[in-house]
């Protein structure tokens, strides 16, 4: 058994041993959490513009869109987003 536990696996991180917590800056975290947001946010924009655009804008499914079905979803995704931005932004003042 000379190769077991050859995998990078040095003494101080063998099974049952913590390693020591890596100690992380407020702003590292605000960063993170940041980022993690709008990653969320963005996610949360798309499925509601694949949703709502989807269930307006195609009404018989195939493997392509028509020209007719993209600008729809093209003018359903733009209002969508200005949507989006005018309630962020009315939030976002409310709060203040």
Same mark, same amino acid.
């Not at 000379?2 to 991180?13: A, L, Q």
């Not at 007719?68 to 009315?90: G, H």
């Given at each position: 058994? $000379?190769? +077991? @536990?050859? +995998? @990078? /696996?040095?003494?101080?991180?063998?099974? @049952?041993?913590?390693?020591?917590?890596?100690?992380? /800056?407020?702003?590292? !975290?605000d960063?993170? !959490?940041?980022?993690?947001? *709008?990653?969320?946010?963005?996610?949360? #924009?798309?499925?509601?513009?694949?949703? &709502?655009? =989807?269930?307006? %804008?195609?009404?018989?499914?195939? $493997? &392509?869109?028509?020209?007719?079905?993209? *600008?729809? #979803?093209?003018? %359903? *995704?733009?209002?969508? !987003?200005e949507? =989006? &931005? &005018?309630?962020?932004? *009315? =939030? !976002? @003042?409310?709060?203040?």
């Amino acid at each position: 058994m $000379s190769g +077991y @536990g050859s +995998y @990078g /696996s040095t003494p101080s991180s063998s099974f @049952g041993q913590e390693e020591p917590k890596q100690r992380v /800056s407020k702003e590292e !975290l605000d960063q993170h !959490l940041t980022q993690q947001l *709008a990653v969320s946010q963005m996610q949360a #924009i798309i499925q509601g513009i694949s949703k &709502q655009c =989807f269930k307006m %804008c195609i009404s018989k499914p195939s $493997s &392509q869109l028509t020209s007719s079905d993209q *600008a729809c #979803i093209n003018k %359903c *995704a733009d209002r969508y !987003l200005e949507t =989006f &931005q &005018q309630v962020q932004r *009315a =939030f !976002l @003042g409310s709060r203040q």
